[in-house]
C-alpha cells in the first residue's frame, strides 16, 4: 500500500483536487490563432510565388475572415485574464524564455498586419467598397506597393503564431502531456489543415479545390505521423509521461481522443479527399467541417487532459 | 544569500498549525491555503512506514513560475524567494500551470498568491510564521550560505531530500528523513 494524502485540507478553487485554471478560452484561442495562422501562410506563399489569379481565395478571399478570428482569439485571451485591468502589463515586457510574452508580440504584430492586407484585397469580395477618407484611400495606395514584403512579413510571423500554439503547452514541464516539443509541430500542422480547408470551403474554383484537398491530405499525413510519434516518445520515456500517454490509452480522455480527433477529424476527411481525388463526388463541407471540428477537439482534449496530468499525489 | 527551509519529518505530527498559523499570519482568503500538510502511508500491516511533511512553495532556485510569467510579476526576491508582484500579475495562469507542486493559485482579488517565506517577518528578523508556531519544532529556516544558521546545521547532520528533484526545479524545501 502506498497512500499519499493531505491531511491539512488543500482545497484551493481550481487547483484541487485537479488542476483547471484554463477552461474554454486558451483552447478556443489556440484554434481560432492556428485557423488564422494557417489561411495567413498560404496566403502569403501563394501572393509571393505570384499565384493569385490561379488561387484567388486563397490570396485575396479567406485573408478576408482572418482579423474576424485573430479578434475573437483576442477577446478569448482577454476573459482568460482573472486580473483584467493590469492586462498592458504583457506590453512592457520582452521575455524570451515565456512563451506567452512572445506569443503575445507576435499576435500583437501580426494582427495589424492582417489588416492591412485584408484591407487590401476587400475590393475582390466588396467590389463597390468606398474608403471614405482620403487619407485611408492614400493608405491603400501606399501599403499596396509593399504587398510583397508584407506578405513575407506574415508568412514568417504565421509560421510562429502556428507553432506557438503548441509551444505554450509544451513549455510546462509540471505537465507531463504537454512537456513534448512534437507539440509545437503538431499544433502547427493541426492549423495549416484547418486554414486549407477553410479555403477549400470558400473557393468556387475546382483547380483550387484539389489543390488545398491534397494540401490538407499531406497535414493530415503528418499529423497522424506526429500523434504516433508523440505517443513512441511518451511510452519509452519516465512514469509521468507513460502516465500521461495513458490517459489517452485507456484512461478517461481514450474515447474522445481516438473518436473525435483521431477518426473524425483526422482519418475520415483524409478518406473523403483521396475519394474525391479519385473523382467521386463529396461536398467539400462534409470534410472541411469534420477537419475543423477536429481541430477543436484536439485543442480542448489536450488543454484539459495536460492539466490533469502532474508529478505528485 | 539562500533561504532555505528545512521540514523534519521524524518529528512533524501533522497537527497543521503551521497552516493555520500561515493563514492567520497572511490574512490568506478562507477557502484557500499557501501551505498543506502531507501524509504518506507505505508498506503493508505489521511493516508499516509513515512520513508527514509540511509543504509550501519550494522557492526553486530554478523557477519554472518566473521563467514562464509573461510580464515578469514572478520574480527572485532576497536571498532567492519567489514572489509575486501583484501590480504586475495579469492573472494569466501561467505560473500556476507551470508549478509541479501546485504551490500557488488565484487570489479572489485576481492576481496570483503563494507563500513567501513570511518574508516581512524575516526583514524583522523574525521566523517564517510557520516555522515559529510548530510545537514540535521541526521547522529550521535560515541561510544555506551561511554555515552557522539552522537550517545549514541541521542539513549537515541529517540524512535529507526534496520532492521531485527530477523536474529540474531546483527545489529548497528540504525534508529530513
Request: charged fraction near 15%; glycine fraction near 6%; aromatic fraction near 12%.
Amino acid at each position: 500500500m502506498n497512500e499519499e494524502i493531505i491531511v491539512s485540507g488543500r482545497n484551493n478553487p481550481f487547483i484541487d483536487p485537479v488542476l483547471q485554471i484554463w477552461h474554454w478560452q486558451i483552447p478556443l484561442y489556440l484554434f481560432l490563432g492556428g485557423l488564422a495562422a494557417g489561411i495567413l501562410f498560404f496566403a502569403a506563399l501563394y501572393r509571393i510565388m505570384g499565384k493569385e489569379e490561379q488561387y484567388p481565395t486563397a490570396v485575396k478571399k479567406a485573408p478576408l475572415i482572418v482579423p474576424i478570428l485573430l479578434v475573437f482569439g483576442l477577446i478569448a485571451l482577454f476573459l482568460d485574464l482573472k486580473h483584467k485591468p493590469f492586462f498592458w502589463q504583457l506590453y512592457t515586457t520582452i521575455k524570451l524564455q515565456s512563451p506567452m510574452s512572445w506569443g503575445a508580440w507576435v499576435l500583437m504584430a501580426i494582427t495589424p498586419l492582417s489588416f492591412i492586407y485584408a484591407a487590401l484585397n476587400i475590393k475582390e469580395v466588396f467590389p463597390l467598397w468606398d474608403w471614405k477618407f482620403q487619407w485611408l484611400k492614400n493608405f491603400e495606395k501606399f501599403s499596396g506597393k509593399y504587398i510583397v514584403q508584407l506578405s513575407w512579413a506574415i508568412m514568417i510571423l504565421s509560421l510562429i503564431l502556428g507553432v506557438y500554439t503548441g509551444i505554450l503547452f509544451s513549455a510546462f514541464n509540471a505537465r507531463p502531456l504537454w512537456n513534448t516539443s512534437i507539440l509545437g509541430p503538431l499544433f502547427l500542422a493541426s492549423g495549416l489543415s484547418t486554414g486549407a480547408v477553410t479555403i477549400m470551403l470558400m473557393s468556387k474554383n475546382a483547380r483550387e479545390r484539389k489543390l488545398f484537398a491534397r494540401i490538407d491530405l499531406l497535414m493530415i499525413a503528418i499529423e497522424l505521423f506526429l500523434i504516433v510519434h508523440m505517443f513512441m516518445g511518451f511510452l519509452a520515456s519516465t512514469q509521468v509521461q507513460i502516465d500521461a500517454a495513458n490517459l489517452f490509452l485507456g484512461g478517461p480522455y481514450t474515447a474522445p481522443f481516438w473518436i473525435f480527433v483521431v477518426s473524425l477529424g483526422l482519418v475520415i476527411p483524409a478518406l473523403l479527399e483521396i475519394l474525391e481525388i479519385r473523382k467521386y463526388h463529396i461536398p467539400a463541407i462534409v470534410p472541411a467541417v469534420l477537419v475543423l471540428f477536429g481541430g477543436i477537439m484536439l485543442r480542448f482534449i489536450f488543454a484539459f487532459a495536460g492539466q490533469t496530468s502532474r508529478w505528485l499525489y | 544569500m539562500r533561504y532555505a527551509m528545512a521540514v523534519d519529518t521524524k518529528k512533524c505530527v501533522g497537527c497543521s498549525d503551521c497552516v493555520v498559523a500561515c493563514q492567520t499570519e497572511n490574512n490568506v482568503p478562507i477557502g484557500y491555503c499557501r501551505e498543506w500538510v502531507v501524509e504518506v502511508l507505505d508498506g503493508t500491516y505489521p511493516q508499516l512506514e509513515m512520513e508527514i511533511r509540511s509543504e509550501r512553495c519550494n522557492h526553486c532556485e530554478n523557477s519554472p513560475c518566473v521563467r514562464c510569467c509573461p510580464t515578469g510579476a514572478s520574480h527572485y526576491s532576497d536571498g532567492g524567494i519567489v514572489l509575486v508582484n501583484e501590480k504586475k500579475c495579469i492573472g494569466c495562469g501561467a505560473c500556476i500551470t507551470s508549478c509541479p507542486y501546485d504551490a500557488r493559485y488565484t487570489h479572489p482579488n485576481g492576481y496570483v498568491d503563494k507563500c513567501t517565506f513570511c518574508i516581512h517577518r524575516i526583514h524583522d528578523g523574525l521566523k517564517p510564521a510557520c516555522a515559529a508556531v510548530c510545537p514540535t519544532k521541526c521547522i529550521y529556516f535560515g541561510d544555506l550560505e551561511d554555515p552557522g544558521s539552522e537550517v545549514s546545521e541541521i542539513l549537515k547532520k541529517r540524512k535529507h531530500k526534496t520532492l521531485i528533484p527530477e523536474a529540474g526545479t531546483k527545489p529548497q524545501l528540504y525534508f529530513l528523513i
